[in-house]
């Protein structure tokens, strides 16, 4: 599995900032950016379209081998039901298994000719590229995320409840933490980077000097 382009892995639990890092640097770079959570995110809304049942791994499977290109910028995909429904879908082998070769192959061959990709998502650096030349793990306590994820929400105009919110994410920690294939977890060699207490230009600025070292 030789490759001669760039590989930049950010991992990291819901709403710790991996997003915004992840598109900064990829275009910083002018290397190609996968939101690998947007796999997860497209083949819920297919399940939940077509009326199949959530918990079909059949369905499930069926969905991720039919994801269109178009389908992964349905703006739908960032609704917080779309999110939940991801995360149970993400917990099914099968369906892991099916999404892991598409990103792999835009690691290996980034599009329109880029030097470099940058993916992120919960298991870029332990399971789909464990080769990667840079690794971070982004993180930040639960109640910062669910904060940042209430503002995001209510600037978009929805009506959000905050206790809402932080609940569901503990959730969603708790069953990406415990899955039993590819749990959250930080590879032995990423960069930690906790975002509690950093403002975003802060944290772009360790995690470009962090990448910086590990490219020269
Ligand atoms: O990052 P985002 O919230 O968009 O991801 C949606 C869901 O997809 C996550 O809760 C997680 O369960 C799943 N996911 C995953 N592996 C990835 C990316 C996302 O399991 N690499």
Redesign the pocket.
């Known amino acids: 599995m030789s490759r001669t382009s760039i590989v930049i892995t950010i991992d990291g639990p ?1 709403a710790a900032g991996k997003g915004t890092l992840a598109r900064n640097i990829a275009q910083d770079m002018g290397y190609a950016y996968l ?4 796999l ?2 497209a083949t819920a809304l297919r399940l939940l379209r077509s009326g199949g049942d959530i918990d079909d791994v059949r369905a499930a499977v069926d969905a991720a081998d039919g994801i269109q290109p178009a389908d992964l910028d349905d703006p739908k995909l960032r609704d917080e039901g779309v ?1 939940n429904a ?2 149970k879908v ?1 917990a099914m082998p099968e369906v892991r298994q099916a999404l892991l070769e598409y990103q792999r192959n835009f690691a290996r061959y980034p599009p329109n000719g880029a030097s470099g990709a940058v993916l992120d ?4 650096g332990t399971v ?1 590229c464990p080769d990667a030349d840079a690794k971070l793990f982004v993180t930040a306590v639960v109640e910062e995320r669910a904060r940042r994820r209430f503002e995001e929400l209510k600037a978009k105009g929805e009506d959000v409840d905050a206790e809402t919110i932080l609940a569901d994410l503990r959730r ?1 920690d708790e ?2 933490s415990s899955r039993a294939v ?1 749990p959250l977890a930080p590879a032995a060699d990423a960069y930690l980077l906790d975002t509690s207490n950093l403002a975003i230009d802060s944290a772009l600025q360790a995690a470009k000097d962090f990448i910086e070292e590990k490219l020269a």
């Open positions: 819901v939101d690998t959570g947007s997860y995110r999110g991801a995360s993400a998502g919960r298991d870029t789909v969603r069953r990406d590819a």
